[in-house]
């Protein structure tokens, strides 16, 4: 694969490509914009779950890599991170079995996870070896995920965390990215940082998500007494839809680039004005939208497992076509492998991930 050029036969289509420069761009912006303002990078290894883009990460200055599942963490662990961020609640058996079993047999290994009950906590410390559990208390909003519904419940859960023994508080934890308003995400960040002052540890934790809300988050907690994680994924890719309506860059200076593209064949034209398309939901993300043509006058009638309907002109069988796409987050789960290319389509190294 390496040295090849995708256009020239010798790989087969479908195929999503990286492009490098828009990669490594993109990472070098985020690495840029928590370091102007004061907070720390943990990206979540979700989107991608890929040791190259990881590395990548790690290399630009990420504190270390967040995950949501203890599986995640597994694998990211075999990428050699020294730190990770279980950005959720955990009580699978057995994945706590490895944590309890990985924190034990390396010293220097660091994890973080969230709490937000006290039934949570109990299963966390039953689990844990000789090193505690180091947890961050999850403060939720209404109508969001997980997390404390209240700031006295999150106090009353921080007591509880400080009596129980094998279970170690580390900070606070929210996730802003369902809220709707800049008005909303900064009442919930003033909620958070007073919850970080009730906590009253002498280096705290707080963090937070941070894709579609980071510019708000870089100026509100900009005071705060606590080391801030930032636990942005889908900035890493960036998209052409989804993520290009949402990005903060909209709103300040700056720009992340379309890092993912999938190109396919026209494999029939069926009717005046209709062509089917050798790329379907196996290949592409759909559940934030579409995938977003490159070409003038194409529009997407309907996505089907293995083949996409556009509407177009002057296609015909053979013809090529490439499609940005929308949410960066369910398209590296498709694939295994996927090619990273210079701006001539040239294969210069590859991705690979671990879904």
Known sequence: MLGQQVFAGGLELPLMVVHRDALEHNIETMAAFVRDHGMELAPHAKTHMSAEIAALQLEAGAWGLSVAT????????????????????VVDPAGLDWAAGELERDPAFELLSFVDSEAGVDILARHAASRPFRVLVELGHEGGRAGCRSLDQLLSLVSYVQEVPHVELAGVAGYEGALKTADDVR????????????????????????????????????????????????????????YRERTPFNRIDGELRPALEVWAHVLSTPEPGVAVVGMGKRDAPYDEGLPVPRRDGVTIVKMQDQQTVVHADGLKPG??????????????????????????YRVVGQITTNF
């Open 70 to 89: 203890p599986r995640q963490a597994r694998v990211v662990r075999g990428f050699g991170v020294g730190r990770i961020l279980v950005a959720n609640q």
């Open 187 to 242: 009442k919930y960040l003033d909620l958070l940082q007073e919850a970080v002052e009730y906590v009253r540890l002498k280096n705290p934790i707080l963090t937070v998500g941070g894709s579609q809300w980071f510019d708000v988050i870089g100026r509100e907690l900009v005071t705060t007494q606590a080391r801030i994680l930032l636990r942005s994924g889908a900035y890493v890719t960036h998209d052409d839809g989804y």
């Open 319 to 344: 013809d090529l076509l490439a499609f940005g796409i929308s949410h960066p987050c369910t398209a590296f789960d498709k694939w295994r492998v996927l090619p990273l290319v210079d701006q001539d």
